[in-house]
């Protein structure tokens, strides 16, 4: 970690500044200032802005805070519910720390460039994120296979397709129903469905 990191708090709660304001500079032998904020709307060039995910600040902060201080990180804490979480990092957030005395530990981890998230929301967030990410389903697809999936995707008729990859129609069906079950789709529809959510096509 670097010298001189300026952390502003974006807040309602006096406590949680005062409790930061007490711990963080001890934590790291002087090298962490502590101020606190009521919004994020006007914050003074701090590297590292800190917004509270509880009212009355909430999620609404951390667009003001990534806002008003676009080149500081913003790092938000409370996060105990994945939907905030979620929006959270949406906003702009690179990070999400718990309350209280176990905020800091995971703190210093975020300072040092750490992507931190509350242990207890990883599986939650991981399951969400899979869709989006995902389809494992199409992860273990080889080419061939992603390039029919495409050309379904894109609505290729079997006869289009045949002509394509110069086999017969027949060939066409029996690779397209294996390429279904290795989906786990019951259709083409739903292939193509899987192939937009994963960024095949």
């Given at each position: 970690?670097?010298n001189?990191?300026?952390?502003?708090?974006?807040?309602?709660?006096?406590?949680?500044?005062?409790?930061?304001?007490?711990?963080?500079?001890?934590?790291?032998?002087?090298?962490?200032?502590?101020?606190?904020?009521?919004?994020?709307?006007?914050?003074?060039?701090?590297?590292?802005?800190?917004?509270?995910?509880?009212?009355?600040?909430?999620?609404?902060?951390?667009?003001?805070?990534?806002?008003?201080?676009?080149?500081?990180?913003?790092?938000?804490?409370?996060?105990?519910?994945?939907?905030?979480?979620?929006?959270?990092l949406?906003?702009?957030?690179?990070?999400?720390?718990?309350?209280?005395?176990?905020?800091?530990?995971?703190?210093?981890?975020?300072l040092?460039?750490?992507?931190?998230?509350?242990?207890?929301?990883?599986?939650?967030?991981v399951?969400?994120?899979?869709?989006?990410?995902?389809?494992?389903?199409?992860?273990?697809?080889?080419?061939?296979?992603?390039?029919?999936?495409?050309?379904?995707?894109?609505g290729?008729?079997?006869s289009?397709?045949?002509?394509l990859?110069?086999?017969?129609?027949?060939?066409?069906?029996?690779?397209?129903?294996?390429?279904?079950?290795?989906?786990?789709?019951?259709?083409?529809?739903?292939?193509?469905?899987?192939a937009?959510?994963?960024?095949?096509?």
């Open positions: 970690m670097r001189g990191i300026s952390i502003v708090v974006v807040s309602g709660h006096a406590s949680l500044v005062r409790g930061l304001q007490q711990s963080l500079p001890e934590a790291t032998g002087g090298r962490v200032t502590v101020t606190g904020a009521d919004g994020g709307a006007e914050l003074n060039s701090p590297d590292v802005v800190l917004v509270d995910l509880e009212a009355p600040t909430g999620l609404p902060a951390v667009s003001a805070a990534r806002a008003a201080a676009p080149h500081a990180r913003i790092l938000a804490i409370g996060g105990d519910d994945p939907n905030t979480t979620i929006e959270a949406r906003a702009g957030a690179s990070a999400v720390l718990p309350r209280g005395e176990d905020a800091t530990a995971p703190l210093l981890a975020a040092e460039g750490w992507a931190v998230v509350p242990v207890a929301l990883l599986s939650s967030l399951e969400r994120a899979g869709p989006q990410a995902g389809s494992p389903a199409t992860a273990h697809l080889d080419e061939h296979d992603r390039r029919l999936l495409r050309l379904i995707a894109t290729s008729s079997t289009d397709i045949a002509g990859l110069h086999v017969s129609d027949r060939t066409v069906k029996r690779l397209t129903a294996a390429l279904l079950r290795k989906l786990h789709v019951s259709s083409r529809t739903e292939a193509a469905a899987l937009g959510s994963a960024g095949i096509v």
